[in-house]
């Protein structure tokens, strides 16, 4: 591809879809386990076979689902060949991830325990059909007119500056002094 080609500006994720199994068992993990509400649902209009699930996972924007009745729930591994997908984190508060393994235990759902991430925390556990699905909660809050990603650039910075191995709260911490002084400097 030429440099000099006009480049796409992306502004977000529009949405995400998955493909599940039966209709009733996507309802139950979007919306009965993560509380997303469904917001409608409509054929796929891409394959009459199918039914194409929406929800909602707290920001307005939709995670989708294909399902097809004929389908059942499979919990082996997702493939993780390159191209395909990985996981898929969804953002919790403090207070909710500081109750999700409590949660998770008495729906008798297996996971990871808490995982220290230095500028969040993470815990994963699979969906019905396998996929992997981590739950992360950022350690800070974005000083007023900056964005989560503003901190993490910033924090990045401080961190190769100073030879450290991942971010960690000390280049957040000094990551949201720079921002704020930057901010209150113009």
Not at 5 to 15: L, S, V, Y
Not at 21 to 36: E, H, N, P, Y
Not at 63 to 74: D, M, S
Not at 154 to 162: D, F, G, L, T
Request: proline share 6%; aromatic share 8%; with cysteine.
């Amino acid at each position: 591809m030429s440099q000099s080609a006009p480049r796409i500006p992306t502004q977000g994720i529009h949405h995400i879809t998955l493909v599940g199994a039966d209709r009733q068992t996507s309802i139950d993990f979007w919306q009965g386990l993560l509380g997303m509400p469904f917001v409608f649902e409509q054929p796929n209009l891409d394959n009459p076979d199918e039914s194409h699930l929406y929800f909602d996972p707290g920001d307005g924007r939709l995670i989708t689902v294909f399902t097809n009745e004929e389908r059942t729930p499979n919990r082996s591994r997702t493939p993780t060949d390159p191209g395909c997908v990985h996981h898929l984190a969804l953002d919790v508060s403090q207070a909710t991830f500081s109750q999700i393994e409590e949660r998770l235990k008495a729906r008798g759902i297996a996971n990871s325990g808490r995982k220290d991430r230095g500028f969040m925390d993470s815990i994963y556990f699979k969906d019905p059909l396998g996929f992997l699905i981590e739950l992360a909660s950022y350690r800070f809050q974005p000083p007023e007119g900056y964005r989560i990603s503003d901190v993490m650039i910033e924090a990045h910075r401080i961190r190769v500056s100073r030879g450290d191995y991942n971010i960690d709260q000390v280049h957040l911490a000094d990551a949201i002094e720079t921002l704020i002084a930057r901010r209150d400097s113009l």
